[in-house]
């Protein structure tokens, strides 16, 4: 029984490219950045209704005010569940680690003062067309960050800062 069911989980491979606006919390007059994303990751259809997806994704994030400019670079791997609510459009949820390779304040490298690991939660929208056995993906995502991402011997920040970004997200998914 078990693997008639494994055999009709459907796999796809889903590049993506994106760009949005990122921020931190904890700053005083917090502005957003421009953000990038760029990455894949591997789909399991398991019904028409419900996918879940695991990515692993470069991102340009951070942030400025009047004092402090912040660019920070991770390696995320999220894992989406997504339920389709009405044809074509679906809605995602779910966690995220993100590994930090490089933290930039005021033009000083500030990796030593920043957490190496990162943790979110993610939320969105995705919205598909079909092309063939193929589909055009379009996504909205919100990533919403529960780790404080500066240590407390951080130069530039005292406070707790954590990471908010939202992309528009731009995939190819096609079938293995």
Known sequence: MLSNYL???????VPKLGGGFS???GVEEARSKFSFLAGGGIISRFSDLFTLELDLVYQIKGGYDKRIDSTLTFLSVPLTGRIKFIEHLSFLIGPQISFMLN???NGINTSNYTRSTNYDLVFGASYYILQGNDRLIFEFIVEAGLTDLSMPNHPFTKTNSKNRAGYFVVGWEFSL
């Open 7 to 13: 055999y009709s989980i459907e796999l796809g491979i």
């Open 103 to 105: 933290a930039n304040t």
């Open 23 to 25: 921020y931190s919390t």
